[in-house]
């Protein structure tokens, strides 16, 4: 079952696999906006505040990151 709240998490992860790798290369901040959002929903503060670091600090590890972990077929951290 899904979790509450992460609707916009678990769009991005139905998605076909190479739209997600495509998403995550170009547009990294997309994934942090969600991030941000499904914190907001689940009411986490830390998920809100690594939403929004992952916003704007977030394109140089965390890109990184997400990308490895959507080639693995993975669901990125915090998402």
């Known amino acids: 079952m899904a979790k509450k709240g992460a ?10 696999w190479i739209l997600r790798v495509l998403l995550a290369i170009f547009l990294d901040c997309v994934l ?22 992952w916003i704007f600090y977030g394109l140089a590890i ?3 990151l997400d990308i490895v972990f959507m080639i693995l077929g993975m ?3 915090f998402l």
């Open 62 to 64: 965390g890109w990184i």
């Open 75 to 77: 669901r990125p951290l």
């Open 32 to 53: 942090g906006i969600c991030r941000f959002i499904d914190g907001i929903f689940q009411g986490k503060i830390l998920k809100i505040i690594i939403g929004f670091l």
């Open 7 to 16: 609707a916009c998490g678990n769009a991005i992860m139905g998605l076909p």
